[in-house]
């Protein structure tokens, strides 16, 4: 037993991120090891830990002799384990047993097969941190903070993070069904997502123009081994094609390589300040700087939002505190720690949290994010709820369907005339102008078949750039 605990010690490498994201990090791992060999070794000679072993192991005993059935030898270790975590209530440590653990580091290949969502466990609740984008999880309109209540039918209470994870993936081509609630919504809505192989493609780049000035643009989905690397190219092709100004999109970023955005701060801010503090638990603070001397010579914004976390949030932190650049967007998802994944003996491993981390100026952002420097609000049409009508919206209905429909038409500029869910003559008017210039059936009825019309108008008003006004506030920001 007591071999067990201490293999709970044993260093490997850092994950980082909202929902476990993969991460190495690569300055001062001797350190960490010889903190945790230390950490072994006083736990060694305590007393107090070894009289508390060997209470479990008497426990363990008693059950293993004298409970009324059979019980599983690994059932009684891994049920001990997930206890001691599941005191903790830290949503970000976890365990996984060997089958889990496996598959988890699968889904560290350049691809893997699912629906393309971080997850995360908050306040007790399965909640999405983030689609990534051009994932199914995207294209079915799942949104950040989205509460899943069920994955095929089968409710998600009692499963810890990496059980929920591995329900929601499966092999390409398959569906998984999720009951979903969302923020304002007054009940829970169905989604059917049809998985399919994810690619981890992190870095888009594109140059933009604001008037005559050229403004280079980079969207970092997530950072992945190769993202550091694939923004260093993009932004040197952007600053040979004479970008004047550049805009680093991190909105829906769920996390991921902390030696990613170390490798990328690197090439945005100055030595004047950490970049980031790594905390340890004893309260000793270590700082990493930049070795850049000189600013970049133009202006550079970031885009973040409540789906933009863990590394994000140090990208951002460190962009604004240390250079000054605006934030622009909405207050970010506030994920301040640090876990390391601890290899066990069997396969399986613990995820634990065992690090904060801070911004330049020392602020520990966990559970209350980064405020933007320029707040902005996306059109309403943008946060719609997904349109699902089992039974025909008419005149006189009154109910959360009609109240989505409304947002939509609203946000389409056809003017129902409210949007409480009562489905008055005005908005009737509303669903026949909009039938009429889809070019469907017009009766005034919202059927599935006029659903689906809206659905797919509004995901084409929300791709048009134009229409993000956070994009466009931040182009008209380059000075």
Request: glycine content about 8%; proline content about 3%; hydrophobic content about 35%.
């Amino acid at each position: 037993m007591n071999k067990k605990w201490l293999a709970l010690l044993t260093a490997c490498s850092l994950f980082f991120g909202a929902g476990g994201v993969y991460a190495g990090i690569k300055w001062k791992e001797s350190n960490v090891k010889e903190n945790l060999l230390d950490e072994k070794q006083s736990s060694k000679n305590s007393s107090v830990v070894s009289a508390n072993l060997e209470k479990i192991e008497q426990a363990y005993q008693l059950i293993q002799k004298s409970y009324v059935k059979k019980v599983d030898h690994e059932q009684l270790v891994h049920g001990a384990i997930q206890g001691m975590i599941g005191t903790l209530k830290d949503p970000y440590s976890v365990y996984m047993d060997a089958s889990t653990a496996e598959r988890f580091n699968d889904s560290l290949d350049s691809s893997f097969d699912g629906i393309g969502a971080q997850v995360t466990i908050e306040e007790g609740k399965l909640t999405i941190v983030a689609p990534i984008k051009n994932t199914p999880a995207e294209k079915a309109g799942l949104k950040p903070r989205d509460q899943i209540l069920k994955i095929d039918g089968k409710s998600v209470e009692g499963l810890d993070l990496y059980e929920a994870t591995t329900q929601i993936r499966g092999e390409k081509g398959t569906v998984v069904k999720l009951e979903i609630l969302r923020k304002g919504a007054s009940k829970p809505f169905e989604v059917e997502i049809t998985r399919e192989e994810v690619p981890v493609v992190t870095v888009f780049a594109d140059m933009k123009k604001e008037g005559n000035k050229k403004i280079g643009y980079i969207e970092i989905t997530s950072f992945a081994e190769g993202t550091a690397r694939e923004f260093a190219n993009e932004l040197n092709k952007l600053e040979k094609e004479g970008a004047a100004g550049l805009i680093i999109d991190v909105r829906g970023n769920p996390g991921g390589m902390l030696s990613s955005v170390d490798d990328i701060l690197q090439q945005l801010v100055t030595d004047k300040k950490p970049y980031v503090q790594i905390e340890e638990k004893s309260g000793k603070k270590n700082p990493y700087f930049s070795g850049m001397e000189e600013r970049k010579t133009y202006p550079i914004s970031v885009l973040i939002d409540e789906g933009s976390a863990s590394a994000s949030e140090i990208l951002a932190g460190a962009l604004l505190e240390i250079e000054g650049y605006d934030l622009i967007g909405k207050k970010t998802f506030g994920k301040g720690t640090v876990q390391q994944a601890i290899p066990l003996e069997d396969g399986s491993n613990i995820k634990l949290t065992m690090f904060k981390w801070l911004t330049p100026n020392g602020n520990w952002i966990h559970d209350k994010g980064i405020k933007p420097t320029i707040e902005v609000e996306q059109p309403g049409y943008f946060h719609a709820h997904s349109l699902t009508v089992e039974k025909k919206l008419t005149r006189d209905m009154n109910n959360e369907e009609v109240k989505i429909a409304q947002e939509l038409l609203t946000g389409l500029g056809y003017g129902p005339g409210r949007a409480d869910g009562y489905f008055d003559g005005q908005t009737e008017r509303a669903v026949r102008a909009f039938q009429s210039i889809e070019k469907i059936p017009v009766t005034g009825v919202i059927d599935t078949r006029t659903a689906e019309k809206l659905e797919e108008a509004v995901i084409k008003e929300i791709q048009d750039e134009q229409n993000d006004l956070q994009l466009q506030v931040a182009l008209k920001s380059m000075k």
